[in-house]
């Protein structure tokens, strides 16, 4: 028997195991849990645009997981499509199974708490538990760039030969 639980507190899924345990049912239980990894952080930075990562190896790195927006807009200019591909990568890993439901965005906006019915963003912001958790996807993306470039492949994934 397989039992898949989404959306559900840890403490009702305990007892819905328990539950089927009781009936005799023969199960394996293996649970995946919301959050992010060393890997799901390189898959979600890997599909981000070219902006989007970029803005998010801003908060991670120069930011030390804080960063004034304008500081951001300074680089890329305005955040919307940027920030937009933030949320929509959290997304798409959900619907593609990357990563379980209830996964929460590792980039969050900072809203003025002075003006809140304006809603312009003033920072980023990542926990800081999951700053090293990003920092060594990055570093994991960088040395793979680095060992293709090394064989002569392009960036693309397609072979060169190099002269």
Known sequence: ?????????????????????QHHADLSISTVRPGWTVDRAER?????????????????????????????????????GPSNGLKRAVDRGIRKGWWPEGTPAP???????KNPS???????????????????AITRIA???QAAESMGLTPGGAGKASA
């Open 143 to 145: 040395t793979s760039k």
């Open 107 to 113: 980039i969050t906006p900072v809203s003025d708490p």
């Open 44 to 80: 979600y930075l890997r599909d981000l645009t070219a902006g989007s990562r970029k803005m998010a190896e801003m908060v991670i790195g120069d930011g030390n997981g804080f960063i004034d927006a304008d500081g951001i807009r300074s680089v890329l200019g305005k955040l919307n």
């Open 1 to 21: 028997m397989e039992i898949i639980i989404k959306g559900a507190n840890e403490e009702f899924a305990e007892k819905l195991v328990a539950l089927a345990a």
């Open 118 to 136: 304006w809603h312009q963003t003033i920072a980023y912001r990542m926990d800081q538990e999951l700053v090293p958790v990003f920092r060594e």
